[in-house]
């Protein structure tokens, strides 16, 4: 499954690109791309993982980017 995402307040361009590799790394994480200037994330798990997988990424970005919003 591959869904798009809104991000609010994702700062700067390195902010997404650390973004991008950390969820990258994720397990169960098939592809990822987060872009600064659209402010969105397009994120692709297979279908039967995806709820869990989303709930990680949500996660991570809360982390790593406290102000950073992923609207779903």
């Not at 969105?40 to 949500?58: G, I, M, P, Q, Y």
Request: aromatic share 4%; with cysteine.
């Amino acid at each position: 499954m591959r869904k798009s995402f809104r991000l609010d307040e994702i700062d700067c361009a390195v902010c997404a690109s650390k973004l991008q590799d950390a969820i990258a790394r994720l397990d169960g994480v098939d592809s990822v791309s987060v872009n600064f200037m659209t402010q969105k994330l397009t994120l692709s798990a297979a279908n039967e993982k995806f709820d869990d997988v989303l709930e990680r990424v949500v996660a991570l970005a809360a982390d790593l980017e406290p102000d950073c919003e992923i609207i779903r």
